[in-house]
């Protein structure tokens, strides 16, 4: 039986890294975007390209209708194994104090509400040898201060997920794991209104330099493969020192 993961936010960065990696390794997918359809198109056709099945199905993993129609869409595909929570957002760079109650419960609902209703989904259609990664944060544990401290608090609730349904779902054989990733080069720092914001962190970071979505994804596909037959509850930091 062939894997079939499901990946959130699979268009772009890390998510579409993600994808291409694990099409590479075998696994058919299902990815889910929000808006750029051109761009999972794009990601679909390397799936495609790599002889595996893949499918990008348009759902906002904060609304519980599309979040049940995306994994039906994908259990077509074969029994669900893996799913990749992914689809994050960060909202506009600045002091605390500052920060809208409209970016507060944006930040919580995609990055936390999202993640739960997909674990759901997952977990109702999911047997022994399945796992989930969660995408968490290096911010988690550095607090994100004078940037985004709402979301960074919203990674420390994606690791306590993790390691909640790592000890609730082992009994039933299911593995769940965390990235943390530090800066990485894509298009999210758009959105904190500072693109270049990977260059300008990378003499904070002990190797010098911000990473790549592949060095992200390599880590998560990694988790998802039977090498990692006995991880479950780790947050593995990938973050160049930091
Ligand atoms: P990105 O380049 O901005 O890509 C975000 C992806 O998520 C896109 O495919 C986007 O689809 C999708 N998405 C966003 N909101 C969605 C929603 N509500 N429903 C469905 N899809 C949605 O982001 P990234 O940098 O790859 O980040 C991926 C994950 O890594 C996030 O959880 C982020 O918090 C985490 N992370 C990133 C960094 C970093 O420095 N980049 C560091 C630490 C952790 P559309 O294009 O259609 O909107």
Redesign the pocket.
């Known amino acids: 039986m062939d894997p079939v993961t499901v990946v959130?936010?699979?268009?772009?960065?890390?998510?579409?890294a993600t994808v291409r990696r694990l099409a590479s390794a075998g696994h058919d997918i299902a990815l889910?975007?929000?808006?750029?359809?051109d761009?999972?198109e794009a990601v679909l056709t390397d799936v495609h390209a790599a002889g595996r099945q893949g499918i990008a199905v348009?759902?906002?993993?904060?609304n519980p209708d599309q979040v049940a129609h995306l994994f039906e869409a994908a259990a077509e595909l074969g029994e669900i194994t893996g799913l990749v929570?992914?689809?994050?957002?960060?909202s506009q760079i600045g002091p605390f104090v500052d920060l809208t109650l409209a970016d507060l419960r944006r930040v919580i609902?995609?990055?936390l509400i999202?993640y739960v209703l997909c674990a759901q989904e997952a977990v109702r259609r999911m047997s022994s040898g399945a796992a989930i990664v969660n995408?968490?944060?290096?911010?988690a544990t550095l607090g994100s201060p004078g940037e985004y401290i709402h979301?960074a608090a919203a990674?420390a609730a994606t690791d306590t997920l993790t390691i909640g349904l790592a000890k609730e779902l082992g009994p039933q054989g299911i593995r769940v794991n965390a990235v943390?990733?530090?800066?990485?080069?894509?298009?999210?720092?758009?959105?904190s209104g500072l693109p270049d914001?990977?260059a300008r962190v990378a003499n904070r970071v002990p190797l010098g330099r911000?990473?790549y979505?592949d060095e992200?994804a390599a880590a998560i596909t990694w988790l998802l493969s039977p090498e990692a037959s006995y991880t479950s509850g780790a947050i593995l930091r990938v973050a160049g020192g930091q």
């Open positions: 959130t936010g699979g268009s772009r960065g890390i998510g579409a889910c975007y929000r808006q750029d359809s761009a999972a348009r759902a906002d993993t904060t929570n992914n689809a994050g957002v960060t609902d995609v990055n999202g995408i968490s944060s290096a911010a979301y990674k943390s990733p530090g800066t990485i080069w894509t298009d999210i720092h758009t959105v914001r990977p911000a990473g979505a992200i």
